[in-house]
């Protein structure tokens, strides 16, 4: 029994190991190439919102055909609608192609982490579910090292547009993997009832009204790190492989806090960490711009990521 349900989660999150350096390393190359190409703050930060556009809007529905099809499927299908969708720069290299690789990527990109979280649901007992998504974190963490650092390395050896083709055919040979492995994951379909008619339903619940709004700040900070800091970087002269290892030290201390977690969960609750980590966060943030020297910024950084990284995995832990 134990091993029918460990392999297949070490599958899922080897699988997602693999797709996600590639997400994670995408915008630190999207946001960087906007830059280059010319773009201002306000124009890089609508590359942002467009990569999270078509996942707010379509997100509820997503989940309802989650619970319903063949969530395998949807992994690869996604994965490889993903790879197809971050080469589009590499053959029109211009800020319009930038907008739409954001679109596409947030809508396919959507699909197969969805696919791929339902499945760490549908594969675990209620014993080992918190467990495995809390292996999932760190898997998501991890990427969040190796994708800046290796997009950043790759950048100022063979430039921006290069980059996005050997994403490409990296994201490609993780759908070939996919294909090749996921399909002998255990088909466990689940079938819900008494599910919220609508979005609406669901914010009419108050846990989970406040629960959406913690998640909504925290995601808000994530993402405003991952779009001021490698600009601000920028700015200040740095080159891409150091702007990489600076986001590298904020995912590293993402992956610290979340090992300690529990621990921190256990002496605090849920919600008085959340509420330290919030704090810590506010007070990185005011101190990042006034900081200068690469090493002050990656230490910085790491501060950010003890706050940031520990409020997203409890974020959802409170929705769940």
Same mark, same amino acid.
Request: with cysteine; hydrophobic share 50%.
């Given at each position: 029994?134990?091993?029918?349900?460990?392999?297949?989660?070490?599958?899922?999150?080897?699988?997602?190991?693999?797709?996600?350096?590639?997400?994670?390393?995408?915008?630190?190359?999207?946001?960087?190439?906007?830059?280059?190409?010319?773009?201002?703050?306000?124009?890089?930060?609508?590359?942002?919102?467009?990569?999270?556009?078509?996942?707010?809007?379509?997100?509820?529905?997503?989940?309802?055909?989650?619970?319903?099809?063949?969530?395998?499927?949807?992994?690869?299908?996604?994965?490889?609608?993903?790879?197809?969708?971050?080469?589009?720069?590499?053959?029109?290299?211009?800020?319009?192609?930038?907008?739409?690789?954001?679109?596409?990527?947030?809508?396919?990109?959507?699909?197969?982490?969805?696919?791929?979280?339902?499945?760490?649901?549908?594969?675990?007992?209620?014993?080992?579910?918190?467990?495995?998504?809390?292996?999932?974190?760190?898997?998501?963490?991890?990427?969040?090292?190796?994708?800046?650092?290796?997009?950043?390395?790759?950048?100022?050896?063979?430039?921006?547009?290069?980059?996005?083709?050997?994403?490409?055919?990296?994201?490609?040979?993780?759908?070939?993997?996919?294909?090749?492995?996921?399909?002998?994951?255990?088909?466990?379909?689940?079938?819900?009832?008494?599910?919220?008619?609508?979005?609406?339903?669901?914010?009419?619940?108050?846990?989970?009204?406040?629960?959406?709004?913690?998640?909504?700040?925290?995601?808000?900070?994530?993402?405003?790190? $991952? +779009?001021?800091?490698?600009?601000? #970087?920028?700015? %200040?002269?740095?080159?891409?492989?150091?702007? *990489?290892?600076? /986001? =590298?030290?904020?995912?590293?201390?993402?992956?610290?806090?979340?090992?300690?977690?529990?621990?921190?969960?256990?002496?605090?609750?849920?919600?008085?960490?959340?509420?330290?980590?919030?704090?810590?966060?506010?007070?990185?943030?005011? $101190? +990042?711009?006034?900081?200068?020297? #690469?090493?002050? %910024?990656?230490?910085?950084?790491?501060?950010? *990521?003890?706050? /940031? =990284?520990?409020?997203?995995?409890?974020?959802?832990?409170?929705?769940?």
């Amino acid at each position: 029994r134990c091993n029918r349900i460990v392999k297949p989660i070490a599958l899922v999150l080897l699988l997602m190991l693999g797709a996600q350096v590639t997400s994670k390393g995408s915008r630190v190359l999207t946001t960087l190439f906007a830059v280059d190409l010319g773009a201002g703050p306000l124009e890089t930060g609508l590359l942002f919102a467009l990569h999270g556009l078509f996942p707010a809007i379509f997100s509820v529905y997503a989940g309802r055909i989650a619970d319903r099809v063949d969530n395998r499927v949807m992994f690869y299908w996604g994965l490889g609608a993903y790879a197809a969708t971050i080469v589009l720069p590499y053959f029109y290299p211009s800020l319009w192609m930038l907008y739409l690789q954001a679109a596409l990527g947030g809508i396919t990109s959507m699909v197969y982490i969805l696919a791929a979280q339902n499945l760490i649901g549908l594969l675990s007992t209620p014993q080992t579910r918190t467990r495995n998504y809390g292996w999932y974190s760190l898997t998501d963490s991890m990427t969040a090292i190796i994708g800046p650092i290796l997009v950043g390395i790759s950048i100022d050896s063979i430039r921006h547009p290069p980059t996005y083709l050997w994403l490409c055919i990296y994201t490609f040979a993780c759908t070939g993997i996919a294909y090749a492995t996921v399909m002998r994951l255990p088909q466990q379909m689940r079938k819900t009832t008494n599910q919220a008619s609508s979005s609406r339903d669901l914010l009419r619940l108050p846990a989970m009204r406040s629960a959406l709004m913690t998640n909504g700040i925290v995601m808000a900070g994530i993402d405003l790190y $991952g +779009l001021y800091l490698p600009v601000y #970087a920028h700015s %200040l002269g740095f080159d891409a492989t150091t702007i *990489g290892f600076i /986001l =590298g030290a904020y995912a590293a201390a993402a992956v610290v806090v979340r090992l300690a977690l529990p621990y921190l969960t256990q002496g605090w609750g849920e919600q008085r960490t959340v509420v330290v980590a919030l704090t810590i966060s506010t007070v990185g943030f005011i $101190g +990042l711009p006034f900081i200068e020297h #690469a090493g002050l %910024l990656a230490a910085i950084s790491f501060v950010l *990521g003890l706050g /940031l =990284g520990c409020g997203q995995p409890l974020a959802m832990a409170l929705a769940f």
